[in-house]
């Protein structure tokens, strides 16, 4: 397969994390969409490689997307902080645990979309959050969950905790 696609939410208030990736191949769509995202910047979208620490990125290598445009330094360092260290730390356990195969993690990309709330201020939870809807939407992804049978076993019972009613 050429694209693997996972989403997670996960936490709580403004800090809640909601991650939306792409993870394939370099070759494929998903490698057209990596290049892209780094070298198309915009105003309040300032998109990023998922480093450990500088000079220590992540394989496969990531680039965070933000899902909300930046207004401000606060929220800015809040996705190269927190966000990003989550991310980074996320991918590199998904190859440890063998989630994303180690022998795959320089042949795929992976394109991570980040949600970080205006109103956000914990970064601990901002970190704790990120952190486990990026490992939850890699597994996903690479488990290909839900599966089609899932989606409409649950559809009548699903509530989606920002429909508005």
Request: some cysteine.
């Amino acid at each position: 397969m050429s694209m693997f696609i996972g989403e997670a939410l996960t936490g709580d208030g403004n800090e809640i994390a909601h991650i939306d990736l792409m993870i394939g191949s370099k070759e494929g769509p998903v490698g057209t969409a990596f290049a892209n995202a780094l070298a198309r910047q915009s105003d309040g979208h300032s998109n990023l490689l998922a480093v450990l620490e500088p000079n220590l990125a992540v394989k496969p290598a990531t680039v965070m997307i933000t899902k909300v445009t930046i207004k401000g330094m606060r929220q800015a360092v809040q996705m190269f902080g927190p966000a990003q260290a989550a991310v980074a730390k996320a991918v590199a356990d998904s190859v440890a645990d063998g989630v994303i195969d180690k022998g795959q993690a320089e042949d795929l990309v992976c394109v991570c979309g980040v949600f970080i709330h205006p109103e956000a201020a914990d970064d601990k939870k901002i970190y704790d959050y990120n952190y486990e809807a990026t490992k939850m939407a890699i597994k996903n992804a690479m488990e290909g969950s839900p599966s089609a049978d899932e989606m409409i076993e649950g559809k009548e019972s699903a509530a989606h905790p920002y429909r508005g009613f």
